[in-house]
């Protein structure tokens, strides 16, 4: 495990390296359990001034959670949400972490220079600066696995432009740096040639005073156009399909405007867990209005609910694991959830709720 995350102090920075390359950086609950008591250590800390957080090798800063590890656990991961079961809960380990990079009071600087999924968007966009380079590719894909997009989805995707974070969440569409900078998810984008320096000039930057502003003068002494982004053409065909309160609304829609486009993302959506894809969009319409640790006490609920449920385990079966790519869901059809089944998702736990003590 000490070498699945490395640590570093580069003068008044830290630096953590997410150290498995040929996993994408996929996150561990070693992993958690290990940042997690330094981010306190980082916040008490008077001559510790920012945190870069990077991802090695050249391919991905963090491809997600490792939810392989979820599915060989199998039933025992759900007992472990329910139980708090210390050796085997690795949401409850991870949404504490996230929770503590959101409310970290010092820049917390993510290099997103490749690949980053789930987990790596918890990592990187509860911080206050998420840096792409060329090689950036994010998405939230977990509807295709049978789950939903966990780790604060329902805060920060609900609060993308328009209906944009709706898309995203039940399409698990890719997006680059550009569209990244234009749904908020990205702050800055740098040329990946560039990371090392940038790396080097945060930790020479003369510390003094509001920290947010050094770092923001040193990242945008690196800022680079990332060039135009594909989203804010098709913001007036998302907003008019996605503004519905219901799956089905939203394919109706879809399939009315037709065109490339939107042919693509109602497949897209037709892929997904029929169970994901409503408790989905009730998380994305609740989340909007929720302040995030509330968010987060939600989502933790529903993350219970979900390893409780065969959609999760048939998801990563068939996506990851056998790799066949036909994931037989239960139920298989869209009218087969009803409003009692999604609401079912939001219930208060019948064990240990999510706390931040």
């Given at each position: 495990m000490t070498d699945e995350i490395l640590f570093d102090r580069?003068?008044?920075?830290?630096?953590v390296t997410l150290n498995r390359p040929k996993a994408l950086n996929a996150l561990t609950l070693g992993m958690c359990r290990a940042l997690l008591p330094k981010i306190a250590e980082w916040t008490d800390d008077p001559y510790l001034h920012a945190v870069v957080v990077r991802g090695a090798g050249d391919r991905a800063f963090c491809a997600g959670g490792d939810i392989r590890a979820v599915y060989d656990l199998g039933p025992a991961a759900a007992k472990a949400a329910l139980t708090g079961d210390p050796e085997a809960d690795f949401f409850r380990t991870e949404y504490r972490l996230n929770h503590a990079i959101h409310h970290f009071p010092k820049p917390w600087i993510a290099l997103l220079d490749g690949v980053t999924m789930g987990g790596g968007l918890g990592l990187s966009v509860h911080g206050s600066h998420r840096v792409t380079t060329e090689k950036a590719m994010c998405?939230?894909?977990?509807?295709?696995?049978?789950?939903?997009?966990d780790i604060g989805g329902g805060w920060f995707l609900s609060r993308c432009p328009g209906e944009t974070g709706t898309y995203l969440a039940l399409t698990g569409a890719r997006l680059?740096?550009?569209?990244?900078?234009?749904?908020?998810?990205a702050t800055h984008h740098v040329a990946s040639a560039r990371i090392d320096d940038l790396v080097a000039a945060l930790a020479d930057a003369a510390w003094?005073?509001?920290?947010?502003?050094?770092?923001?003068?040193?990242?945008?002494?690196?800022?680079?156009?990332?060039g135009a982004a594909a989203l804010p053409p098709l913001r007036p065909v998302i907003d008019a399909c996605f503004r519905h309160d219901t799956v089905e609304e939203i394919l109706a829609a879809l399939d009315a405007e037709g065109g490339d486009w939107a042919t693509a993302a109602a497949a897209q959506i037709r892929a997904g867990s029929p169970t994901s894809l409503k408790v989905t969009l009730r998380q994305m319409r609740q989340g909007k209005t929720m302040p995030y640790d509330a968010v987060a006490a939600m989502e933790f609920r529903m993350v219970h609910r979900f390893l409780s449920a065969p959609d999760v385990f048939e998801g990563i079966r068939a996506q990851l694991v056998d790799k066949t790519r036909d994931p037989k869901w239960r139920p298989a059809m869209l009218d087969a959830v009803?409003?009692?089944?999604?609401?079912?998702?939001?219930?208060p736990l019948p064990g240990p709720e999510l706390t931040f003590d």
């Open positions: 580069e003068g008044p920075i830290a630096i998405a939230m894909p977990e509807c295709g696995i049978g789950l939903f997009p680059h740096a550009a569209d990244l900078l234009y749904t908020r998810l003094i005073g509001n920290g947010g502003l050094v770092a923001e003068s040193v990242l945008q002494d690196f800022a680079a156009d990332p009803d409003e009692a089944d999604v609401a079912a998702y939001f219930q």
